[in-house]
């Protein structure tokens, strides 16, 4: 079963998230900024879904420390914002982003492609299929 992480300052997006992503059949387990994320996170997860626009470390910050720091080489990035622009989305090579309000059908499609196996590869960093 894939594991997906989420982690948002906003409580009632973080259970929505996770009531709908725990239906489709993921293991899901939620943390509300990057430093409880660190100290509770058991293993690395297949996804994470990080608001790109936390106070304190930012969601580009702390996806970095997941690979840097942490040794987390396979985890996918999918990153939701109210305020999504090219240069944030550039800016940190991710595997995906979304604009909120981020619709359900969307979220499952979205962690459905990420978990795939060798499901999909940007052509470069930063690029994804569904923002060309």
Not at 31 to 60: C, M, N, Q, T, Y
Not at 103 to 125: F, G, M, N, Y
């Amino acid at each position: 079963m894939p594991k997906v992480y989420i982690v948002d300052d906003e409580p009632n997006i973080r259970h929505l998230f996770e009531l709908v992503l725990k239906d489709d059949g993921y293991e899901v387990l939620s943390f509300a900024s990057g430093r409880e994320l660190k100290e509770k996170a058991p293993v690395e997860p297949d996804v994470l879904i990080i608001d790109l626009l936390l106070p304190g470390d930012d969601g580009a910050t702390i996806a970095s420390r997941c690979r840097k720091e942490w040794g987390w080489g396979k985890v996918r990035f999918c990153f939701v914002t109210g305020s999504l622009t090219l240069n944030h989305f550039l800016a940190g090579g991710k595997d995906l982003m979304l604009e909120k309000p981020v619709s359900i059908d969307v979220l499952r499609e979205s962690v459905r492609t990420l978990t795939r196996p060798a499901a999909w590869k940007p052509l470069h960093p930063g690029v994804s299929p569904w923002h060309g």
